[in-house]
């Protein structure tokens, strides 16, 4: 893979480049009947979504290939688990699929996971539909434990909280 570069989302950045780098990569849940944000979200929403925390671009050769979400612990909220005051959380995790199993994913997910460290969370969370076996199966290789259960008011399907430990 050419040189991977993931930095901070600019205003001067193309938000519907992201849009659709997120429709190309949430299509195969879509397929699967799930409907996350993601599947078809408007431009305005993407906005909003990188405004919720800190929005991070993976750039393979200076394109956009991938991207993640950090929300700090005061942004992470909306079940028990997530209202701890010592719980950080990631979210809108991409990869386009032309790029998938080469390794960005991890990369974003492991540096979602050092700014949450870098912040003092004790953990790092996450949800996904619980339907989305493959992607329960991945966090799980990564470190990443069940919490709990939600029902988000978007989604058609009941998401599964995930966390892992930050501290030793």
């Not at 205003?11 to 078809?40: C, E, F, I, Q, W």
């Amino acid at each position: 893979m050419d040189t991977l570069e993931i930095r901070l989302a600019c205003p001067h950045d193309d938000v519907s480049a992201l849009t659709a780098l997120l429709h190309k990569a949430y299509a195969r849940l879509g397929a699967m009947g799930l409907h996350y944000k993601a599947v078809d979200q408007a431009d305005d929403v993407t906005r909003q979504r990188m405004a919720s925390g800190e929005c991070y671009l993976a750039l393979v050769a200076g394109r956009l290939g991938g991207t993640v979400t950090y929300k700090p612990m005061a942004r992470t909220r909306g079940t028990t688990w997530l209202d701890r005051a010592d719980i950080a959380s990631l979210g809108q995790l991409a990869v386009d699929p032309a790029l998938q199993q080469a390794g960005i994913g991890g990369r974003l997910l492991a540096y979602a996971e050092a700014r949450a460290r870098d912040d003092g969370a004790a953990e790092i969370a996450l949800d996904t539909a619980e339907p989305a076996t493959h992607l329960v199966r991945w966090y799980t290789s990564r470190g990443y434990r069940f919490i709990e259960y939600a029902q988000w008011n978007h989604a058609n399907y009941r998401s599964v909280i995930m966390s892992k430990p930050l501290r030793a």
